[in-house]
Nanobody, 115 residues
Framework: QVQLVESGGGLVQAGGSLRLSCAASRSIFTINTMGWYRQAPGNQRDWVAVLTSGSNPNYADSVKGRFTISRDNAKNTVYLQMNSLKPDDTALYYC?????????WGQGTQVTVSA
């Protein structure tokens, strides 16, 4: 089992930045894959970014060049640095982890980008 807690969301103007954090309940040395999805009102949940041990990060085309995913193993935390934010980035952002064949989700953190 893995519990995930996101933080760092908020209200920001277009062009601004936010950094989301996802704290895991266990050492992320043991978690091969962690990433982020987002869900805007009325839309499906869309994949944003993923970080797999030993591989380069991958990003959705819509955020490539603006978002950066990283991990701090000592803090058991994964981050999503979001720059040049756009109103279309407004969504509930969810962290996920793939661990021992299961997928675990956090509760989400709201990001709202005003025009």
């Amino acid at each position: 089992q893995v519990q995930l807690v996101e933080s760092g969301g908020g209200l920001v103007q277009a062009g601004g930045s936010l950094r989301l954090s996802c704290a895991a309940s266990r050492s992320i040395f043991t978690i091969n894959t962690m990433g982020w999805y987002r869900q805007a009102p009325g839309n499906q949940r869309d994949w944003v970014a993923v970080l797999t041990s030993g591989s380069n990060p991958n990003y959705a085309d819509s955020v490539k060049g603006r978002f950066t995913i990283s991990r701090d193993n000592a803090k058991n935390t994964v981050y999503l640095q979001m720059n040049s934010l756009k109103p279309d980035d407004t969504a509930l952002y969810y962290c996920y982890a793939v661990f021992r064949g299961g997928i675990f989700w956090g509760q989400g953190t709201q990001v709202t980008v005003s025009a």
